[in-house]
């Protein structure tokens, strides 16, 4: 089976960086995605990550390192409304199999 | 382009009772996910179509939880009869799986609550 594992919460200050790792347990990987949800919203999709290395998308960038099953999720210049649960996600089983870790709380503070 | 809607927003019944949860995807999408977050836990898969197809059912909690998806278009999770752990939000996600990210477009969920 899978399973994923990282931190429960993060707080961070406005403008600084914050980092959110990700390690997993999987058979069949084909990549590690991303999405943020935010409080009484629906998770919505952030990056993926199928070979190692970093892929950035504005102030937000995900690294992935196969060989050591760990991933983590870089956000930079922390805006207020970064705040929300962030989730990483195993795409596995043909890539449609999609199992999601337990999610990141990242609070940011002025 | 409509995005994922799911129906009710909100469904609050008694231990007992049935409840069932509709889910429409994205026109063109031929996966449709259902999933359950409990308590601000982890998004747990429950299960997976591809069109008319169940794919993979192994998150299914029991044989109180019944999903179909007729004519692959629209989807309905029910729930009969309701336990009190069954509270929490039902998510609903679509995607064409054509890419390699599958990039999933999730549903607003619908938020259940057993008394």
């Known amino acids: 089976g899978q399973s994923l594992e990282q931190p429960s919460e993060v707080t961070a200050v406005e403008g600084a960086i914050v980092q959110i790792n990700c390690t997993y347990q999987?058979?069949?990987?084909?990549?590690l995605s991303w999405y943020q949800q935010h409080d009484g919203g629906a998770p919505t999709f952030l990056s993926y990550?199928?070979?190692?290395g970093l892929e950035e998308t504005g102030r937000f960038s995900s690294f992935l390192s196969r060989s050591d099953s760990y991933g983590y999720l870089l956000l930079q210049e922390l805006q207020m409304k970064d705040s929300a649960s962030y989730f990483c996600a195993v795409n596995s089983g043909g890539y449609q199999k999609v199992t999601f870790g337990t999610g990141t709380k990242l609070q940011v503070i002025p | 382009e409509a995005g994922v809607t799911q129906f009710p927003s909100h469904s609050v019944i008694e231990k007992g009772q049935t409840v069932t949860l509709r889910c429409d995807p994205i026109?063109?999408?031929?996966?449709l996910y259902w999933y359950r977050r409990v308590m601000g836990k982890e998004i747990k898969f429950l299960l997976h179509?591809?069109?008319?197809?169940?794919?993979?059912e192994s998150g299914m909690p029991n044989n109180r939880f019944l999903a179909e998806r007729t004519g692959g278009t629209y989807s309905t999770l029910k729930v009969q009869p309701a336990e009190l752990e069954d509270s929490g939000v039902y998510f609903c996600?679509?995607?064409?799986?054509?890419?390699?990210?599958?990039?999933?477009?999730f549903g607003p969920g619908t938020r259940l609550t057993v008394l």
């Open positions: 999987t058979s069949g990987f084909y990549g």
């Open positions: 179509f591809v069109k008319e197809s169940k794919q993979d």
């Open positions: 990550n199928a070979l190692d």
């Open positions: 026109s063109g999408h031929d996966n």
């Open positions: 996600a679509s995607s064409q799986g054509t890419s390699g990210s599958n990039e999933q477009f």
